[in-house]
């Protein structure tokens, strides 16, 4: 057994969700690690993000969001309303605005000492939702998935933009 190892870097622009279609990444890192058979692994590393399988959307609104993307954003918002003040939900709680502000680079996560940058429970909760990764099929060297078969990364944390990393494992024969 071969196992292959390529990581995709995206930069979300906070503010709203942020989707990419990594579909062509994927296929490309098949391509290249010359495995004919077997399954590859699509992972986010972050807390807030999420890897999915859906059908490839030819209609856009004027923002550039996919259908689809609006559709899970609109149904997802009624589940689970986007984090805006502080106790509308349980995260973060004291212990954990201590423990960040104790961070070497809590700047980073705390501007100006800001707490309400952190108001971000709705991404965590998305994200566990839809999952952190997906395993899909290399069938003769390619990714065994249908015509409109598109793999996503969105990270639902709106607090800020942010770097972040996608990681695809492929193994096998």
């Known amino acids: 057994m071969n196992i292959y190892k390529e990581q995709i870097n995206l930069t979300s622009h906070g503010g709203t969700p942020s989707f990419f279609n990594i579909t062509d990444s994927v296929k490309?890192?098949?391509?290249?690690?010359?495995i004919q058979n077997g399954i590859c692994v699509v992972v986010s590393p972050h807390t807030t993000c999420s890897v999915f399988f859906e059908e490839f959307v030819h209609d856009y609104t004027e923002d550039g969001d996919e259908f689809l993307q609006v559709d899970l954003n609109n149904v997802l918002q009624k589940i689970i309303p986007d984090n805006v003040a502080q106790g509308q939900y349980n995260y973060p709680g004291e212990k954990h605005y201590e423990a960040v502000e104790s961070w070497p680079n809590a700047e980073d996560y705390l501007p100006n000492g800001d707490r309400s940058a952190l108001f971000n429970?709705?991404?965590?909760?998305?994200?566990?939702?839809?999952g952190s990764s997906q395993i899909l099929e290399v069938d003769e060297g390619k990714l065994g998935v249908g015509k409109t078969g598109y793999v996503y990364f969105v990270?639902?944390?709106r607090t800020r933009s942010r770097s972040r990393k996608c990681r695809v494992i492929i193994l096998g024969e």
Do not use: G, V
């Open 121 to 130: 429970c709705d991404a965590h909760l998305k994200s566990t939702l839809l």
């Open 155 to 157: 990270d639902f944390d």
């Open 28 to 34: 490309e890192a098949i391509k290249k690690s010359k």
